[in-house]
């Protein structure tokens, strides 16, 4: 299934969790970004961890807006453990606009073992 596009002018493919309402996920879609969900991914009901491990085999930063990514994304910085990346939404409803540009300015490389907290 693709889920974005080859010519897309974004650096940034994300793995959204099961807390990212779809409405957020369709309209970062219609805009070109590359996003995949864990139910697409046939992920649907693992842990936080395995979400963020299975988004680095997949070269994705996690879109979440549940906060157990973050609490767990700090720990992993602390103990140097490398992660692709987690996208924390605070209101998911207001971030879109946000996400455009974190996607379009950032590559996997800025945003390896890096939190960003949303809408900035």
Known sequence: MSTGTAESPFGIRFYCDEHVPSVVVDQLRGRGVDCLTVQQDGRGGLSDSDVLDRAGVLGRVVLTSDAGFARIAHERQRNGAPFAGVVKLNDPSAAVADLLVL????????MADRIEYLPL
């Not at 996607?103 to 800025?110: K, R, V």
């Open 103 to 110: 996607a379009e300015c950032y590559g996997p490389d800025d």
